[in-house]
């Protein structure tokens, strides 16, 4: 299915009762992907609705809105994120998008959980239960996992790296970026550095690093000393800097200025290619 035109995007927001006119072209960008229009109509009658600049920004809005509807809908508090906890664990260490019901018997959480389902929240089909969409649960899991005193390193090689982990890791870097910088500076040194990190899951890396749309310093001077002192992604971590993003901010740190002028071919080569 193709991103949504920006009349489609347009007319939704309307719709809304929002104004179109007021959204950016990388809101427009954001808003083309239907997910994120359901994430807007939920908070859509809220005064700044159309505050948001990243996805998270969207999942956040809509997390904390639904909380607080869930709570209304019970006429008290609703243990809404004990919930959304134990079923994102649960499906991270079973490496599915669904579990048994009973998963919630431990804590008595069913009666909560109902709640959740009402606001569409969470999907019962059957025995299992599951988020309403699989990007919902790689936020909710990533949400919790920053909290945690652990690396991505040691998430990762604590069982099998399979496919399952890469929604998971993009999620979680796109979070510490967020929240906390210097993290995901880190993260990202370590899990590209890793031997025992498999290759598919640093291919995630890669591509999140590639579609930075705003690389900063810090991020660049990680990815020169990974650069300078070897790594077997060399090639694939210079591939990824091939982006406009990149260009302009190897131009303000003036490093293909350095390049050009250094008379080393390879230099010279690296900044014109």
Same mark, same amino acid.
């Given at each position: 299915?193709?991103?949504?035109?920006?009349?489609?995007?347009?007319?939704?927001?309307?719709?809304?009762?929002?104004?179109?006119?007021?959204?950016?072209?990388?809101?427009?960008?954001?808003?083309s992907?239907?997910?994120?229009?359901?994430?807007?109509?939920?908070?859509?009658?809220? @005064?700044? @609705?159309?505050?948001?600049?990243?996805?998270?920004?969207? /999942?956040?809005?809509?997390?904390?809105?639904?909380?607080?509807?869930?709570?209304?809908?019970r006429?008290r508090?609703?243990?809404?994120?004990?919930?959304?906890?134990?079923?994102?664990?649960?499906?991270?260490? !079973?490496?599915?998008?669904?579990?048994? @019901?009973?998963?919630?018997?431990?804590?008595?959480?069913?009666?909560?959980?109902?709640?959740?389902?009402?606001?569409?929240?969470?999907v019962?089909?059957?025995?299992?239960?599951?988020? /309403?969409?699989? @990007?919902f649960?790689?936020?909710?899991?990533?949400?919790?996992?920053t909290?945690?005193?652990?690396?991505?390193v040691? /998430?990762?090689?604590?069982?099998?790296?399979?496919?399952?982990?890469?929604?998971?890791?993009?999620?979680?870097?796109?979070?510490?970026?967020?929240?906390?910088?210097?993290? /995901?500076?880190?993260?990202?040194?370590?899990?590209?550095?890793?031997?025992?990190?498999r290759?598919?899951?640093?291919e995630?890396?890669?591509?999140?690093?590639?579609?930075?749309?705003?690389p900063?310093?810090?991020?660049?001077?990680?990815?020169?000393?990974l650069?300078?002192n070897?790594?077997?992604l060399?090639?694939?971590?210079?591939m990824?800097?091939r982006?406009?993003?990149?260009?302009?901010?190897?131009?303000?740190e003036?490093?293909?200025? !350095?390049?050009?002028?250094?008379?080393?071919?390879?230099?010279?080569?690296?900044?014109?290619?």
């Amino acid at each position: 299915v193709p991103p949504l035109s920006q009349e489609q995007v347009q007319g939704a927001v309307e719709r809304m009762g929002l104004d179109p006119d007021s959204l950016s072209e990388d809101q427009i960008r954001l808003l083309s992907v239907p997910l994120h229009l359901v994430l807007l109509h939920a908070v859509a009658d809220e @005064a700044g @609705a159309l505050n948001f600049a990243t996805t998270k920004d969207l /999942f956040d809005a809509f997390f904390d809105r639904k909380r607080r509807d869930a709570a209304v809908r019970r006429n008290r508090d609703t243990r809404f994120a004990e919930v959304v906890g134990v079923l994102s664990d649960a499906m991270s260490d !079973r490496q599915r998008l669904s579990v048994p @019901a009973s998963t919630l018997d431990r804590d008595n959480l069913h009666d909560d959980a109902d709640v959740l389902t009402s606001e569409h929240v969470l999907v019962r089909d059957g025995s299992h239960i599951a988020f /309403f969409h699989e @990007a919902f649960f790689d936020y909710a899991f990533a949400r919790r996992w920053t909290t945690r005193n652990e690396s991505l390193v040691e /998430f990762l090689t604590r069982g099998e790296q399979e496919l399952f982990r890469r929604g998971q890791v993009r999620q979680i870097l796109a979070h510490l970026r967020e929240d906390d910088p210097r993290r /995901f500076i880190t993260e990202v040194r370590e899990v590209l550095t890793s031997p025992s990190i498999r290759f598919h899951i640093q291919e995630v890396v890669l591509a999140l690093l590639n579609a930075l749309p705003d690389p900063t310093k810090g991020e660049w001077e990680a990815i020169e000393h990974l650069l300078t002192n070897g790594n077997d992604l060399n090639g694939r971590l210079w591939m990824s800097l091939r982006a406009e993003p990149w260009m302009r901010r190897l131009d303000q740190e003036g490093v293909l200025a !350095r390049w050009l002028a250094s008379g080393d071919p390879d230099l010279e080569a690296r900044a014109l290619e």
